[in-house]
């Protein structure tokens, strides 16, 4: 527990302490200025764009964006497989795993770094810690996505169109519920340990399309819009929503600077209804079983069949901001939720209860207790004002 708090304390510290210069210099690499560790990574950078042919100032076409792209990739997969074949002579394998076979390292560096992530391995067993670092985890940040993007140097504008796919194979499947572990949500979790078996299959698909306007006389913003579907088998083999099948998702933030260090910003957030599985009223109302789980029992004959209302919130912030000799402090009022909106979530089961506080029996049936849905809304106006002192 000591060494376990020793380390949050360190890595906080360490987050603390590298904020404001490496947020500094993203800032300025975003902006295309110059900064003090171009002096460091400026000749290497250089150095790399010569060996690869490439010019740092000149735009790069569709084509030869694609090709760019597919030899990293490819580059990128020779090193992980390299990674798992050799991982028995590589640093941190103080389990002294060995080499990973030849077509397995070929499937698990294949499948992550086109982010299938598919792991045929048996988990940490097969793998040391430096393979899960350098060539599970690595990919997972790097491995490339396809899309369009359309850059308006004289706006400042960014407009980019991404599609995606993933299939899951050998999901984990719950052998009790005969249900995809993907479509139970939390409920898995609040349940504990279960026997399952490696028998369900699921896929994500979607489009992601973006607009970003860089600070243009005075104005700034940010559009992100992504369809999607998230969908898991089950007993039959027949897809069916998974918990985050929410289909929508909006996102809009955009703000307005004016005279004298003023700026008024807001973001609008939209996400679908969430899928959700319906309770089984008889069932849930039977003695035994809330007496057992103090909880609802869903009806998975209707797996995910209901959804919960869509969401959506508006959060507003105006800011002041006075500058000092290598100091400034900002002044703010923010509101979340503007409008105090309240989403639907799905109602919960309760039984009903005499004056002490002990369910009742309904009359029509002694092995059962009477019941209710109770309404269950999330979302609250929540105003906050605060100071931001930057030196």
């Not at 171009?38 to 060996?51: M, S, T």
């Not at 694609?66 to 798992?84: H, Q, R, S």
């Not at 959506?312 to 409008?339: A, G, M, P």
């Amino acid at each position: 527990m000591g060494m376990g708090l020793i380390q949050v304390v360190i890595t906080l510290v360490i987050i603390l302490l590298l904020v404001k210069p490496v947020g500094h210099y993203l800032v300025k690499v975003f902006s295309y200025e110059k900064s003090g560790q171009d002096r460091i990574f400026g000749p290497i950078e250089r150095g790399i764009y010569r060996l690869i042919g490439v010019r740092g100032n000149e735009a790069m076409g569709w084509k030869k964006y694609i090709g760019a792209m597919l030899l990293t990739n490819f580059v990128m997969l020779l090193i992980l497989f390299a990674v798992l074949k050799l991982q028995k002579y590589l640093p941190f394998n103080p389990d002294g795993i060995g080499n990973m076979p030849t077509w397995l390292a070929f499937n698990t560096a294949s499948s992550f770094i086109t982010n299938t992530n598919w792991q045929s391995y048996s988990g940490e067993n097969a793998l040391s810690y430096f393979s899960q670092m350098a060539a599970i985890i690595f990919p997972m940040f790097t491995s490339a996505a396809t899309g369009f993007a359309f850059l308006s140097p004289e706006r400042k504008a960014r407009i980019t169109l991404e599609a995606f796919y993933k299939r899951y194979d050998r999901y984990p499947f719950s052998v009790a519920q005969g249900v995809s572990l993907a479509n139970l949500g939390s409920d898995f979790n609040v349940v504990g340990n279960e026997a399952v078996t490696p028998t369900s299959e699921g896929r994500a698909y979607g489009v992601e399309f973006l607009y970003q306007q860089r600070l243009f006389k005075g104005v700034y913003g940010l559009l992100a819009y992504t369809f999607f579907r998230s969908e898991f088998t089950d007993a039959q083999g027949v897809y069916q929503p998974s918990a985050w099948d929410f289909r929508h998702s909006l996102s809009l933030t955009a703000g307005w600077r004016f005279g004298k260090a003023w700026e008024l910003s807001g973001r609008f957030l939209f996400s679908g209804g969430a899928p959700y599985t319906p309770y089984d009223l008889e069932a849930s109302a039977q003695k035994a079983n809330w007496d057992a789980n103090k909880q609802g029992v869903p009806d998975y004959s209707r797996l995910n069949s209901e959804r919960t209302a869509d969401f959506h919130q508006l959060d507003v912030r105006i800011t002041k901001q006075f500058y000092f000799n290598r100091w400034s402090i900002e002044l703010y009022l923010d509101i979340q939720n503007l409008y105090g909106y309240k989403v639907r979530l799905r109602d919960n089961f309760d039984v009903l209860r005499d004056d002490q506080g002990q369910p009742l029996t309904d009359p029509n049936n002694p092995d059962a207790y009477q019941y209710r849905l109770l309404k269950n809304e999330s979302g609250v106006t929540l105003p906050s004002i605060g100071v931001v002192v930057d030196f």
